[in-house]
């Protein structure tokens, strides 16, 4: 998946040491809990070695996890969530996100709506503990061994969409069709029901065209920055910056936060 997901070049690499780049198999489960375990283990090694570390992203629930843990969520019946992946099979996404809209707006505005995997797990916390899967973020805070200084690059909107429709003809440039096809067979993997694949296995199963998958890559994309815009601009304690600033700037605003 290296040029779906744009992992760093060699040379990009090479500038600074890189943590968790292409550091599990696609048929390996995977989620933001283990990257919680995983992410904080390796920040107790780093820190006895450097005073920084940056952590670049990305997802706001990974970054999140990292930097206060994750919420505390009730258990539900799993009969919940096998009735949830039942009616994805049968009706599709479009019908649990219009559930989800309606049970939880906060929720469907703000998760990957476009990742079934998101939408059933909030839509099974809806459904099983009778309250908004909304209602049981943000209310634990963990005390962790580190301060946090979150800095936020920002541009304007068309400039941000002009962007992700240039990256996604790059990615095209650089074969993205062809690792896609070269991933047909594992299609039905979690790790693969991600923006630039799934739209292109709908063309290699014939059920789109070549434009219309390009064209629905870029829309997901376009939406997928929209939501973590939404996200982040709710976070509190963000020192926001245009994406232009001198870099100067940026450091004297973190070393501020430190002395």
């Not at 979150?150 to 304007?156: K, Q, T």
Request: hydrophobic share 40%.
């Amino acid at each position: 998946m290296r040029i779906g997901t744009a992992v760093p070049s060699t040379e990009e690499l090479s500038q600074a040491t890189h943590h968790f780049i292409q550091h599990k198999s696609i048929t390996e489960d995977y989620n933001v809990g283990m990257f919680e375990r995983d992410a904080v283990e390796l920040l107790d090694d780093l820190f006895k070695v450097y005073d920084v570390v940056i952590m670049v992203g990305g997802s706001g629930l990974y970054v999140k996890a990292v930097a206060e843990g994750l919420d505390d969520f009730p258990e539900v019946h799993s009969s919940i969530r096998e009735t949830l992946n039942a009616r994805l099979e049968n009706e599709g996404l479009e019908a649990l996100q219009t559930q989800l809209r309606i049970l939880d707006h906060i929720s469907y505005e703000t998760i990957a709506i476009d990742n079934p995997h998101r939408v059933i797990r909030a839509l099974e916390i809806c459904i099983g503990a009778g309250q908004p899967y909304s209602s049981y973020l943000n209310k634990k805070a963990i005390e962790r061994p580190f301060k946090t200084i979150s800095v936020g690059l920002m541009a304007d909107r068309e400039i941000i969409y002009n962007r992700i429709n240039r990256r996604v003809d790059l990615m095209l440039e650089n074969g993205l069709l062809n690792e896609a096809r070269s991933l047909l067979s594992h299609q039905h993997l979690n790790a693969l029901n991600t923006v630039g694949y799934k739209e292109f296995f709908n063309y290699l199963n014939k059920d789109w065209t070549l434009d219309f998958a390009i064209s629905e890559i870029k829309k997901n994309t376009r939406r997928f920055a929209k939501r973590q815009l939404t996200w982040f601009k709710k976070q509190e304690n963000i020192s926001w910056f245009d994406y232009k600033v001198d870099n100067n700037l940026v450091f004297k605003t973190i070393e501020q936060h430190f002395y």
